[in-house]
């Protein structure tokens, strides 16, 4: 296998986007990557778009492409629920470390506003099992991670302030990222007077409904190092499948499919959880932020509120987590969150990103998890910097 | 980059499949593919399911992973449109030549008739180019190929006639095909005198709705080997977009994005088009067959209806073509063609195909042409059996 290299990375503003066409979205963020790699559109042979379907466009990818003139390219889609553009930019991966190609585009873009938001909600909710649990249960999306909070809670003994903490520090470091949708701070005490959604989550706990786009271009160590002098290096990434069947589960305080992408990515990277110097992960809602530091290795099982208690999650800590604000704050536009994540990693490894939300680079490594579904799919990613 | 064969393939009943969901649908495909391959589902750490979005569930690939208990593999969904899982092939195959897996599965699959006729139709015709041509023109997806059938016809003096023996010939392999949607054979008349649905195209140059899946594994060559001794070979499998804006396109008698893939794989193949047996292409409309033969090559710009007046698509003529029955006779669930197609060519290059539809392998190639919407995106694969 070839090495490769983050050469480019493109955001776009995320949020409630109704000024601009998907196209449009996409655009905003292929045209900084493009820009970032110095590359022009007739460079990209192989160009990957991740987005999950919550558009009007039969072929979002075709529109993306279009308005970007990128035509050169093998094209296609990409989805995996929530982890859909970490599963492009994976494919992306397998392109250019085969050798098919030098170069490689992922573009994670989804304007999920375009339907209405009892549809969203739908469509979200038949992401589940959706034969037994959403049509027959009527399950829908918090309640899923509900499920695994009342667990968590009730097998290691944390409260709703942990996880109403979690929502604090993410609201803090979205407060400062110009990208971010929710840019205002939040006290423990907001978050715990908010509405119950699903208990116990409240509406704070929650992730929202999002527009955005985020781009990544890759290529192959020997093209990176005429591109860049600042090439981030993709050591791992691995991703597993899991069921969608709840009655399937071994155990509710945790994603198996998490755990065995981390497994498999830090034997690939050759290094153990304690060399990451900063991550991102999946809080589509306050409790996967906790079991993701578990699944991920970070802590052992029924440690991670502790982490979060003592502030060890905040740049300064033992492991800065979502100091971009995390799907929390950010926001999650479900095709576009895995990219999102690489472009503030990469910035972080790279020591340029935003002054405010810089964490320490000790180790020089970085880590993206991201999940589908409550973990139908999940993907994890090591970046470095050497 | 490593060597990659086809070591199993597997395929599903094609029709309106009302007996059986999704993951049921995919399964009548996987079964066989893993048998044929000699592998167990705990064999397989890399899935990528070719699915259109024609169906009601939100997470398809996460059902076909689940019912298969596909449960150790990275998994994701890929859409190319109508050419969604050549895409998926293509996926497949740069994870086992990168070195990542030594072996993948792609499945096929799409259950079209879960949704109304009227919603297909319309989903259809919005693969087009979206916001001017289905939403301010009305454009439908037979429309769109018209306009191809007018420009063809009235460029090179072919006529109706011609579009008329394309189907027939389809018709007739279809008929001994157990896994085709029509299994009857028709004659020019029958088609001439069949309703227009878009002048010059009737209903019979109109390929069907259709619910249907095919699975194909792939090996890295150590492995291949000792799995079995008829390995098919990948010798090249390349993609390209093309404008979904008509108005940009540079001349209606051909396909860009599928010449351009046509050129990368037999320049990668290192082969010329005169040494490939038997082809699949597709001919999603009569019209469609005619272009595919002159993009890919087999004869010179307005030559492919003259070939066909003399039979030489026919098993013994000079490139026997779409002799499974084709997009138009053994139907065309959008997910499933593209392996449905290497289904039909890999049992062909092994000589086991059913007897009456088995081409005679001189060269020891196989070609299948793979389009999806109208240009919008084409992929080529070239197998061996060398």
Chains 1, 2 share one sequence.
Request: proline share 4%.
């Amino acid at each position: 296998m070839r090495r490769v290299a983050v050469v480019g990375v493109g955001h776009s503003k995320f949020g409630r986007r109704d000024d601009v066409n998907l196209g449009e979205l996409a655009f905003e963020s292929i045209k900084p990557a493009l820009e970032d790699a110095g590359l022009a559109p007739e460079d990209i042979p192989f160009l990957v778009v991740g987005n999950g379907g919550f558009c009007e466009e039969t072929l979002p990818a075709v529109a993306i492409a279009d308005y970007a003139e990128l035509y050169n390219a093998e094209l296609l889609r990409v989805e995996a629920a929530c982890a859909t553009s970490s599963a492009a930019l994976s494919m992306a991966y397998n392109a250019v470390a085969s050798g098919k190609v030098d170069v490689a585009m992922a573009v994670g873009c989804e304007k999920m506003t375009e339907l209405d938001t009892p549809y969203i909600v739908e469509l979200i909710g038949r992401a589940g099992f959706f034969f037994w649990e959403f049509q027959h249960f009527g399950l829908t999306f918090p309640g899923y991670y509900a499920l695994h909070a009342t667990a968590y809670l009730n097998q290691y003994g944390a409260s709703e302030e942990h996880l109403a903490m979690v929502a604090v520090k993410n609201h803090k470091y979205a407060a400062t990222n110009p990208y971010a949708q929710f840019r205002q701070e939040i006290t423990v005490e907001q978050v715990l007077k908010s509405p119950y959604i699903a208990w116990p989550l409240k509406l704070f706990d929650c992730c929202p409904i999002t527009d955005g786009s985020a781009t990544v271009i890759l290529a192959a160590e020997e093209k990176a190092k005429k591109l860049t002098d600042t090439p981030v290096w993709i050591e791992a990434i691995e991703g597993c499948g899991g069921s969608a069947n709840l009655s399937k589960r071994e155990s509710f305080v945790g994603l198996k499919a998490a755990q065995v992408a981390a497994e498999k990515a830090f034997k690939k990277a050759k290094i153990t959880p304690d060399k990451i110097d900063v991550a991102n992960v999946h809080d589509c809602f306050t409790i996967a932020e906790l079991m993701a530091m578990e699944d991920i290795g970070f802590c052992g099982r029924g440690e991670a509120y502790k982490l979060v208690e003592e502030g060890q999650t905040y740049i300064g800590g033992k492991i800065p987590i979502n100091v971009d604000g995390g799907l929390k704050a950010k926001g999650h536009p479900i095709g576009a969150t895995g990219t999102s994540m690489i472009y503030s990693l990469t910035k972080q490894l790279r020591g340029e990103y935003i002054k405010s939300n810089q964490a320490p680079i000790k180790h020089g490594y970085a880590l993206a998890h991201n999940v589908g579904g409550t973990g139908h799919y999940a993907y994890i990613t090591i970046l470095s910097r050497k």
